[in-house]
């Protein structure tokens, strides 16, 4: 059974960067696609970026042009998540997941594509 720990969330102020961390235990082969995703109060969870089978990084929107990156290591036992220039709006709570099969980069943020979370770790930006 996959295991999931994020860690790094907490208070940051608005234009700060955000740098989060998750653990993955009970990997049992490289072929993962992982993800992050976000959860503001009130919306859809939102996919912010992805790690395809083959290593192939996919960001979403609110990481495009240089707003964050995000990474991970060959064995899926690590993944990271960047975002730079915060904005209250993205207060929320931020989840790592996992899928052992291949995921494509047209359907690996969307969140029904997983069945392995972490718990979330709360970000909460300060204006």
């Known amino acids: 059974q996959v295991h999931l720990v994020e860690s790094g969330g907490g208070s940051v102020p608005a234009g700060g960067t955000l740098k989060l961390s998750c653990s993955v235990s009970?990997?049992?082969?490289?072929?993962?696609?992982m993800a992050w995703f976000r959860q503001a109060p009130g919306k859809e969870r939102e996919g912010l970026g992805g790690?395809?089978?083959?290593?192939?990084?996919?960001l979403g929107d609110s990481l495009q042009k240089g707003r964050g990156a995000i990474g991970g290591n060959d064995a899926r036992t690590s993944l990271y998540l960047q975002v730079n220039r915060l904005t209250p709006e993205e207060t929320g709570v931020y989840f790592c997941?996992?899928?052992?099969?291949?995921?494509?980069?047209?359907?690996?943020?969307?969140?029904?594509?997983?069945?392995?979370w972490g718990q979330g770790t709360q970000v909460t930006v300060s204006s």
């Open positions: 997941a996992a899928n052992p099969s291949r995921l494509w980069p047209w359907n690996i943020l969307q969140q029904e594509q997983y069945s392995s």
């Open positions: 009970g990997v049992t082969s490289s072929t993962y696609s």
């Open positions: 790690i395809t089978t083959d290593g192939t990084l996919i």
